[in-house]
């Protein structure tokens, strides 16, 4: 789930260092005052006062509205289109699924826990057959029960690509892997529920039927894309605009880019619901075009928190850093930002030429120009992310990235320029997105730096909106000759199959909308990925995705930037805040609540 140029690399740097230096003030703790809209004082919590833990929960009152702001709007609020990870977390004001994040803080919340359901699955021993049992009282917001036809339905309506394009589709790829169904528009059952994997004998059972077994599908489940849609209420394309709720808030209005309004669903029973405590009244989000502008107004305290949750602009950093540090956490976001190299694109073709880049790159001056060891992340040394079992952190550094090469390794660089046929350097293209000005500064640092071992790298900023058609097509990347291409990618679930998969296995090389940008086709990876899905044991797959993680670094095929990290405002006005593995370092929105 992913600006400008000349002169400056060193205004980007020089506040980068000014930005770590208010943070290393930051990180000393102490709680500052904020000043809320009426005037008054309230106490904030304290700087990383609710980063994996719990702040304010004793203070939390029913009542209120939660004002949220935002630089950007939902690619959809569909829950089967949205794949926006804020998105995912706000869905689950107005939709519930079989099974969803547990709501608690840190690594507690990529925990899976039921919602609909009464118990986790009843598991057949092959790991092909899922049984649940829905809990009573569950209805939707005009009071009808939910049903297991309702979730069905619900999961259908992802194969209905031609119409509802755009979210994730692992439950299609594991329920109807040769793609037989052709999805609820198309259907030809009566009621529309003619997919053969999911039985509902009764309205209270639904029983999946994997044609494979994939030790992840309760990870799938868990997605928004598995909620339920009641068909007579579903409005295909226009669903966006106003989904049916069966959640505890329902839609009063949406101005799609301006604002979305949810307001209490009275028909939602707090028996029924052992997830959502509902504690405000109505919960708000107004959109600015202006990031400024709205890191100010919270700030002010016309707003409580960012529904985006990819931290603030640089501007409203340092002001929030020097006057509110007491207001601000700093969780580990769960991306890895990074330089890949296509293979298609020579000499990259050549393990060793990668590895020329990777211990050519000052990695300090790279974690610099993405805002420093807290603002930016820690200097990152693999590709797997700190939230995804098997990760291990800055302990595995094949190429001492965060060790003795931190500044660049000259003497090796040249050694693998001398291995791969290439002794004088060479000549190649950084592709960064135009739209986001931390990539520009990243790839002008390790522009400079290659630069000192006879590498010459021009770069080319190519339209952000674009990405898919210009980097997603191998054959355009071969032709604009990008042999380095910087880019992030953070989990879609706590797994290596929901962060890796797309980027690592051979047959997720795609002409169009391509995520493997390395093009790697290793039957030793492939191999680990089929093991890992089929894999029941949790210690095993944390075994395998190590595996996995270590066969990608070994080909050299990525240099990691940094584990990055955001600097995010939380109101002093808010109560029972906690950062969760569950939803990438964000703040679990699903509880928050105002203070008494």
């Known amino acids: 789930m992913t600006t400008h140029t000349t002169g400056r690399r060193k ?23 904020s000043t809320d809209k009426a005037g008054g004082t309230a106490k904030a919590a304290g700087f990383d006062a609710a980063n994996n833990k719990v702040a304010q929960a004793e203070l939390v009152a029913k009542g209120g509205e939660l004002k949220f702001a935002g630089a950007q709007d939902a690619d959809s609020w569909d829950t089967t289109r949205g794949y926006y990870g804020f998105m995912w977390n706000f869905a689950r004001y107005y939709s519930r699924t079989l099974v969803t994040n547990t709501p ?27 049984k649940y049992t829905l809990r009573d009282g569950v209805t939707w917001e005009d009071g009808k029960p939910i049903t297991s036809k309702d ?23 594991v329920l109807d892997p040769k793609g037989e169904y052709e999805g609820p ?33 309760e990870e799938m489940l868990a997605m928004v894309s598995a909620s339920p849609v009641r068909a007579d209420k579903d409005t295909k394309a226009q669903y966006q605009l106003h989904p049916f709720s069966s959640g505890p808030y329902k839609f009063e209005s949406y101005e799609p880019g301006k604002k979305l309004v949810l307001v209490r669903n009275d028909k939602w029973s707090q028996e029924s619901d052992p997830v959502r405590k509902a504690y405000p009244d109505k919960i708000s989000v107004t959109f600015f075009s202006d990031a400024n502008d709205m890191d100010q107004r919270l700030i002010n305290g016309d707003y409580h928190l960012d529904v985006n949750q990819t931290g603030m602009s640089p501007q409203g950093r340092q002001t929030a850093l020097q006057e509110h540090k007491g207001n601000l956490d700093n969780p580990v976001s769960g991306y890895i930002r990074y330089a890949v190299f296509p293979q298609s694109v020579a000499p990259f073709d050549d393990e060793h030429c990668r590895k020329a880049v990777i211990y050519g790159a000052d990695h300090e001056s790279l974690q610099t120009a993405r805002g420093g060891p807290i603002a930016g992340g820690d200097i990152g040394t693999n590709m797997l992310p700190p939230s995804v079992p098997g990760a291990e952190g800055q302990k595995y550094d094949p190429f001492e990235l965060a060790g003795a090469n931190k500044k660049g390794n000259a003497e090796k660089a040249k050694e693998e320029l001398e291995a791969c046929g290439k002794p004088d350097g060479f000549k190649t293209r950084i592709a960064v997105r135009n739209n986001k000005p931390v990539e520009v500064a990243t790839a002008e640092s390790l522009q400079a730096s290659l630069k000192k071992v006879g590498i010459e790298a021009e770069i080319d900023q190519y339209d952000g909106s674009q990405t898919s058609s210009i980097i997603g097509s191998p054959e355009n990347v071969k032709k604009k000759g990008y042999g380095i291409i910087i880019m992030g990618w953070g989990p879609d679930f706590p797994s290596v199959q929901g962060y890796g998969l797309p980027l690592w296995h051979s047959d997720y090389i795609l002409e169009s909308g391509n995520n493997n940008y390395a093009l790697i ?49 939380r109101s002093p006005e808010l109560a029972n805040v906690y950062t969760s593995d569950g939803y990438s370092g964000m703040y679990d929105f699903v509880n928050l609540g105002l203070k008494k």
């Not at 205004?11 to 005052?33: H, P, Q």
């Not at 509902?200 to 494979?212: G, N, Q, S, W």
């Open 521 to 569: 086709e290793d039957k030793e990876v492939d191999g680990l990925f089929d093991d890992y899905v089929k894999e029941l044991d949790d210690a095993k797959k944390a075994e395998i995705s190590t595996q996995i993680n270590h066969k990608v670094m070994e080909g050299g095929y990525y240099l990691p930037f940094v584990f990055e990290k955001f600097i995010n405002w």
């Open 151 to 173: 979730i069905k339905y619900g999961i259908e309506r992802i194969w209905a690509q031609d119409v509802l394009s755009g979210g994730p589709v692992y439950l299609k790829d």
């Open 185 to 217: 528009y198309k259907d030809k059952d009566p009621e529309k529920l003619g997919l053969k994997a999911i039985e509902t004998p009764d309205d209270k059972t639904i029983i999946f039927k994997l044609p494979e077994a994939n030790s992840d599908f």
């Open 11 to 33: 205004r980007a740097l020089a506040a980068a260092a000014v930005v770590a230096a208010l943070l290393s003030t930051a990180a000393c703790g102490g709680g500052s005052d």
């Open 104 to 130: 608690a803080p840190g690594a507690e919340g990529a925990g899976i826990t039921p919602d609909l359901a009464t118990a986790a699955a009843e598991i057949s021993d092959d790991g092909k057959t899922y």
